[in-house]
């Protein structure tokens, strides 16, 4: 693919995709410190609670398949403007819930309606700047929407403290709205995607081992790290008598790296090649899941090394996952939307299976947490040496 004739709108149509999808990302990170305090405000337990996270990746993995099908065959730039309007609506619903219940279902919707810009982000990026340069724009969206996890939980931690658990869902609904109406006034910024209207439908890519190969160890390998994170409030408050404070601290570091190791990523690519980066990324980070798996069976609880052994997994992220979801993206061979909604799709389910897995015994310490996060990323480095990769480097 090459670039699109877009010229110095580029720039503006890269931040407005940029924001459209870290405000997604934002409808978990924003909310996570609010998770322990539930039950005591709406009623339930720590495990109910932690489906308040559950739900809304799976809601926002339902979305994808519905945006990836609709991208295909409509204009993506209104069907953006149409999920952050729907976004904005819901999240302000969700802040009236008087239930776990009643949250868990709006949470559903909400991360339903939030999907759009995850689907269409990637093939933006390819129409915009080409495949030369795409590497290193999705790595530098990768940074840029990495900072959400570090600081939208400082930032909730701050809302929780002035307005109560109800105020992030206040924000993430007046921003959605007004970011809805910047898409629309632009709009003409963005390039103007149908994608693989005729390319099969979804069958054809979950029929092609190679696209798989790529799309689920890349899911596996970023799911084992968002398991962590939405687990760890609970675990360090409710199990290792830790608090939200040592929690950021785990955020800020991790994040640190996997900034340092993403801004690199493209440079390293071009020198060293797609497949060699992708598998030194998951090596590292199947290296912090064995880590942190001993740790746990020693019985290990101190947070301090928990960051620590957090570390590999997003130094590992951060160099393997730009080459890697692009290389998804190419094996799905023109059917961007597809693609990109069926890799997040499956970094969702992954999320959301071992949360849910998790849940259970999230009060039991370290150990739950560290064995579903090492099976993880140690099934994404099997996936590598079992199924061949794309032609070329």
Same mark, same amino acid.
């Given at each position: 693919m090459t670039a699109g004739k877009h010229g110095g709108h580029a720039g503006i149509a890269f931040a407005l995709i940029v924001t459209s999808t870290v405000l997604g990302i934002a409808g978990t990170d924003l909310v996570l410190p609010a998770v322990p305090g539930l039950p005591e405000v709406l009623g339930g337990s720590y495990a109910q609670a932690?489906?308040?996270?559950?739900?809304?990746?799976?809601? +926002?993995?339902?979305? %994808?398949?519905?945006?990836?099908?609709?991208?295909a065959r409509f204009d993506q730039r209104r069907l953006l403007v149409a999920s952050l309007v729907a976004y904005g609506l819901i999240s302000a619903a969700a802040g009236f819930s008087t239930s776990l219940d009643m949250l868990i279902g709006l949470r559903f919707l909400q991360g339903a309606a939030g999907s759009a810009a995850a689907v269409f982000a990637p093939g933006m990026i390819r129409a915009l700047f080409g495949d030369e340069r795409a590497v290193g724009k999705l790595g530098l969206l990768g940074s840029i929407e990495s900072l959400t996890p570090a600081l939208a939980p400082v930032a909730g931690v701050w809302l929780l403290s002035l307005g109560g658990w109800t105020i992030s869902f206040d924000v993430i609904a007046t921003l959605s709205l007004l970011l809805?109406? +910047?898409?629309?006034? %632009?709009?003409r910024h963005l390039p103007a995607l149908m994608t693989g209207k005729g390319a099969g439908g979804y069958a054809h890519l979950l029929r092609d081992a190679v696209f798989l190969r790529y799309a689920v160890s890349h899911a596996f390998t970023l799911g084992a790290l968002l398991v962590i994170v939405f687990a760890a409030p609970t675990v360090f408050v409710a199990a290792l008598g830790a608090g939200l404070k040592d929690f950021i601290i785990m955020q800020m570091t991790g994040i640190a790296t996997f900034i340092v190791a993403a801004n690199w990523t493209g440079r390293l690519t071009g020198r060293f090649g797609a497949e060699r980066m992708i598998w030194f990324g998951t090596a590292l980070s199947a290296l912090g899941g064995v880590a942190m798996l001993a740790y746990a069976l020693t019985g290990g609880a101190n947070t301090l090394v928990v960051t620590a052994l957090f570390v590999p997994f997003n130094f590992g992220l951060g160099f393997r996952g730009p080459p890697g979801f692009h290389r998804a993206v190419v094996a799905s061979q023109g059917d961007d939307a597809r693609g990109a909604?069926?890799?997040?799709?499956?970094?969702?389910g992954t999320t959301a299976a071992g949360t849910a897995v998790v849940a259970p015994f999230i009060t039991l310490g370290l150990l739950p947490l560290a064995i579903v996060a090492a099976a993880l990323v140690l099934a994404a480095l099997l996936l590598l040496a079992v199924i061949p990769p794309l032609k070329g480097n």
């Open positions: 932690q489906f308040v996270l559950a739900a809304f990746v799976t809601g +926002a993995a339902v979305g %994808l398949l519905v945006f990836g099908t609709l991208g809805a109406a +910047a898409v629309a006034l %632009l709009s909604a069926l890799v997040v799709v499956a970094i969702l």
